[in-house]
C-alpha cells in the first residue's frame, strides 16, 4: 500500500519550507534554528502570526514520519505577542504522542493534544547550548530515546526536542 499520507505530508512540509523559510529569515527576531545556508531536511512544522509577524514557529530537521529516524524540532516563542514555548515534559509527551501514531498509522491521532507527561520515569542532565554564539547552561529532560530543553534569551524563549540523538549539547 502507498504511503499517501507519508507522501502528502513531506510535499506540504517542502512547499510551505519554499514559501515561507525566506519570510522567516526576514523576521525580527529571527527564529531559533533556522541555519543559514539551509540545513536539509527541514520543514516548517507548525507556525502562528499576526499582522506584526511570527507569535510561534516550530522547525523539524529530519523526518518526522520515520519513527526510526533522528528528529530535531526547534521551537522560538515571542511572549510579547502571546507566544508560549511550553516546558519540555509536553514536548517530550508530544514526541512520543506523535511516534505511537505514525508506528500505527493513525494519522488522524498526529493532532491530537497528547498526555501532559511522558508515560513514565524522565531523566535530568545538563548541557551547554550555544545560542547567537554564547553558551548557555541549560537543563535536559530525558524519556527513552527522546531529549528536550527549554532556553530564553532577552526577547524569545525556544524548545529544542529530539529523538533518536545521542543528547542536546
Same mark, same amino acid.
Given at each position: 500500500?502507498?504511503?499517501?499520507?507519508?507522501?502528502?505530508?513531506?510535499?506540504?512540509?517542502?512547499?510551505? $519550507?519554499?514559501?515561507?523559510?525566506?519570510?522567516?529569515?526576514?523576521?525580527?527576531?529571527? +527564529?531559533?534554528?533556522?541555519?543559514?545556508?539551509?540545513?536539509?531536511?527541514? $520543514?516548517?512544522?507548525?507556525?502562528?502570526?499576526?499582522?506584526?509577524?511570527?507569535?510561534?514557529?516550530?522547525?523539524?530537521?529530519?523526518?518526522?514520519?520515520?519513527?526510526?529516524?533522528?528528529? %530535531?524540532? %526547534?521551537?522560538?516563542?515571542?511572549?510579547?505577542?502571546?507566544?508560549?514555548?511550553?516546558?519540555?515534559?509536553? &514536548?517530550?509527551?508530544?514526541? $512520543?504522542?506523535?511516534?505511537?501514531?505514525? &508506528?500505527?498509522?493513525? @494519522?488522524?491521532?498526529?493532532?491530537?493534544? +497528547?498526555?501532559?507527561?511522558?508515560?513514565?520515569?524522565?531523566?535530568?542532565?545538563? &548541557?551547554?547550548?550555544?545560542?547567537?554564539?554564547?553558551? /548557555?547552561? %541549560?537543563?535536559?529532560?530525558? @524519556?527513552?530515546?527522546? /531529549?528536550?530543553?527549554? @532556553? $530564553?534569551?532577552?526577547?524569545?524563549?525556544?524548545?529544542?526536542?529530539?529523538? /533518536?540523538?545521542?543528547?542536546?549539547?
Amino acid at each position: 500500500m502507498p504511503q499517501i499520507p507519508g507522501v502528502f505530508f513531506g510535499l506540504m512540509g517542502t512547499a510551505m $519550507a519554499a514559501l515561507m523559510f525566506p519570510w522567516l529569515r526576514r523576521a525580527d527576531p529571527h +527564529p531559533w534554528g533556522l541555519a543559514e545556508p539551509p540545513l536539509n531536511p527541514a $520543514a516548517l512544522r507548525e507556525a502562528s502570526w499576526d499582522r506584526r509577524g511570527p507569535i510561534e514557529i516550530t522547525l523539524a530537521y529530519g523526518d518526522p514520519l520515520e519513527v526510526s529516524a533522528p528528529l %530535531v524540532e %526547534v521551537m522560538t516563542a515571542l511572549p510579547g505577542r502571546g507566544g508560549e514555548a511550553g516546558a519540555p515534559e509536553e &514536548a517530550l509527551a508530544h514526541l $512520543a504522542h506523535w511516534d505511537a501514531a505514525v &508506528a500505527r498509522r493513525d @494519522f488522524l491521532a498526529l493532532y491530537r493534544q +497528547p498526555r501532559p507527561d511522558p508515560p513514565g520515569p524522565v531523566g535530568f542532565s545538563d &548541557a551547554h547550548l550555544v545560542l547567537g554564539q554564547e553558551p /548557555h547552561l %541549560v537543563s535536559v529532560l530525558s @524519556f527513552r530515546h527522546y /531529549h528536550a530543553a527549554r @532556553f $530564553a534569551d532577552a526577547s524569545t524563549t525556544g524548545m529544542i526536542a529530539s529523538r /533518536h540523538c545521542r543528547s542536546i549539547s
